[in-house]
């Protein structure tokens, strides 16, 4: 067992470097001189020359790489060219603001995904399975950005219930958790969720559907166990790969929060991301897109993990 | 070329003469390496030894048995002569000419040696007609599409399946003893001399296996072709074969004519296989398990004598020292301490059930 | 049962039954397909869009780029603009079934390409196996490391907005996925008899890969990259809504729901149509792509 954990971590460092490489390769790629998102273009030759040596650009490639690489682990990820704030700070301010919406986006997708998926599972084939199945395919097959759009539309500019954009009355400064800041959560995290809901649906409606149909559940019954354990018991088989998707819906969500909240105007690692494209900041850019990347390289690896201790059928070369 | 000058074809191609081997197998060795365990110091390199230096000759014209149990190495010996897995050490000697030699390529090795393997479905195509099956190794080796088409039908005629019904077919479309027959039919497109039978009847009906056993006797005669005959059904290498080789734990412990071997085993491995044999003669019943227990582990084999752990007449001497193979009775040839004599397997008094070995 | 043969003369079989010929393993999966009737509805759907996009310009009643001021966001039903018109006064329709042709086209076009690439990549690296494998798919593992949508926008941040820019960024997202299954189909064909069969009849691994390989490879790998297609489409529009991807005044879909953004309060309904085409033709890939599978898991 710990020498799957070695293994695993053995497998995820390598990989960990290649990704910081490729967000290190991010401005490389970049059209034009990576000086130019730093200086004014009217800049003399001289100052150029000084700001060359000072970031490091006259350098050959892998020993600024490394550098870059040694400044970030120490949390230093270069300062933002548009606010001239440190990457670091707010890339983790924006990470917590878009944790709130995917937390709680997983939590709905998970909830009525599993409840749609145990439906379908149990009353397989009947008109309920159809319409789940088909409310999963739609679930994936809808891009998220035109569902936000369309659920301002309804519920901020018919009905007027919940506000279209934002993340509070203040902005996102200050946070408070009742309703006046609460309701501007609902619509992204409602969209967000459709998403995760549909995979969900379709994975445990596959894990249910499988279970009852072993023999096993047969003999179960014959011997008398209530429908109520039956159920327990195919919740308890179901849990473990239920819950690893959950967990890497999470990441998904995380990595890919940009749509949405760019229709929201939600000030989270995706706001930040749109930003930074824009704006042509480049160590913002790369900053966040090295945070997100990682972390969603190291909750792959928990899931795995997680998903070898709590699941002993699953066999780990 | 008409399939009847296949046998003139083969003679005009025999380069040693009568008497030499059609093939020799010297010092074949192959080990599987397994994931080492453990860290630093602790770091062990394991491997499943699955041939372990085994040294026997194919005759021209015989058809010769290979048994023993699962895991002794028939199947890797089988891949190792068709080249399919590299051997780690030892030669093949293919009519007096070494393979890998200028006088033999493995390419020309390839057209010699064919091989039927044991699962008839898998080992077809199942995006290839039967008929596109059968005649893809002749155009690898230059023959016209047409004349390898044509050539494929003559011999799913000869193997028994009308070519007008099954050409075109596809494999889930036949059945397993069907299937069969064109694997046979593949191996012969390339007018082998040699063909391997790896359990190529284990998976039959015993129906079709009889069937399919009259077959390649056949086709042996018509064809004048030589068989390595792998199986674990005694009787079957018992009615087939002219002679039998014996496999234990990855080396070859007896060799010998088929009839004088069943009659009179002469290594206590073969002795104890010949009697788990069931046989419905009251005469011979007996109540105790012949062999006992599984076979040890590949991995790390037994000291001295592979089979001293299982052995009814193993003495101390046969944990320490490793038995020559050798010819004990003349043509027949046999690895135990037995029949070797300045072994110190005479002088042994104590038997080993009561020495520990390692 | 062995009947003799005798040489012909002539050297023609004029004596030879004709060889019955079975349906092959396409012909099969297209009698399937063409039996379902929700793939055959979907099949439908998108035949007409592509109908559309291809003749869009001898079908569209206005032209897609002539603004006018005083005609801005015009409801559905207006004369001479049925679908109403965008905030510069365009035709509606006009743009959508022109914003067709990119809209499409950059959603199957990465697509077909990853498909070419990273099956290459995946039978290659499946075939070869050994240290090669784990290098190619080492590599290729750290791109599939991103999330699909942060590798699109990642790339096409750093690429700069364009057409261009975003099939490749698109493409190299897609590659990794497509290699993937494609090694994976690959090792297990590879270990199979029937390719250990060819192996000892000579051939060399380039022949066996052609003929053998191939053939059991390309499906499996096809449906997946099919399944990919709706996906596809939904992250080049979503480039195209965050302005990464086509540059105005060009039409396609996501571009034409970021800038009618602003007439969600005015005209709703307008603002939401591009993104109902998105949707439609997304699902209606996905069934396709569903009914495909179904067809080639069919147990022979």
Redesign the interface.
Known sequence: MLGYLFRRLGYALPIMLGVSFLCFMLVHIAPGDPLVSILPADASAELQQQMMRLYGFDRPLLEQFVHWLWRALHGDLGSSIATSRPVVDEVFKAVGNTLMIALLATLIGFTFGSLFGFVAGYLRNSWADRLASFVSVVGVSLPNYWLGMVLVIVFSAQLMWLPATGAGPGGSGDWNWNWAHVQYLILPALTMSFIPMGIIARTVRALVADILSQEFVVGLRARGLSEWGVFKHVLKNCAPTALAVMGLQLGYLLGGSILIETVFSWPGTGFLLNQAIFQRDLPLLQGTILVLALFFVALNLLVDVLQTVFDPRIERG | M???QQQLVNEFRDVGGARQPLLIVRGLKKYFPLKS?GFGLRRERLAVRAVDGINFEILKGETLGVVGESGCGKSTTARLL???TEQDSGELIFDGQALGSRGLP??EY??QT??V?Q?SY????????I?D?IA??PT??GVSKREAL?RA??LL??V?LE???F????P??LSGGQRQRV?IA?ALA?EPRLIILDESVSALDKSVEAQVLNLLQ?LKQAFGLTYLFISHDLNVVHYLCDRVLVMYLGEVVEVGPADALFEAPLHPYTQALLRSMPTTDPLQRTEEAPLAGDPPNPINPPSGCRFHTRCQDARAVCASVAPIFHEAVPGRRVACLKYQPDSGYETAQIPLREVTHG | MTAAILPDPTGERLDRPAVVRSRGHGANVLRRLLRNPVAMIAATILLLLILVAIFAPWLMPADPYATSMLKRLKPIGTEGMPLGSDELGRDLLSRLMLGARLSLFMGIAPVVMAFVIGGSIGILAGYAGGWLNTVVMRCVDVLYAFPSVLLAIALSGALGAGITNSLVSLTVVFVPQIARIAESVTTGVRRSDYVDAARASGASSLLIIRKHVLGNVIGPVFVYATSLISVSMILASGLSFLGLGVKPPQPEWGLMLNTLRTAIYTQPWIAALPGLLIFITSVSFNMLADGLRSAMEVKQ
Do not use: I, K, W
């Open positions: 008409s399939l009847s365990t068709m080249q399919l493995l390419r390839r057209r064919q091989m393997f699962d898998s080992s077809l195509n199942p995006r290839m007609t008929e099956s893809f190794g690898v080796h044509e039908h003559d005629l000869r028994g070519p007008a019904r050409a075109g077919r596809y889930h479309e694997n593949r390339l056949d």
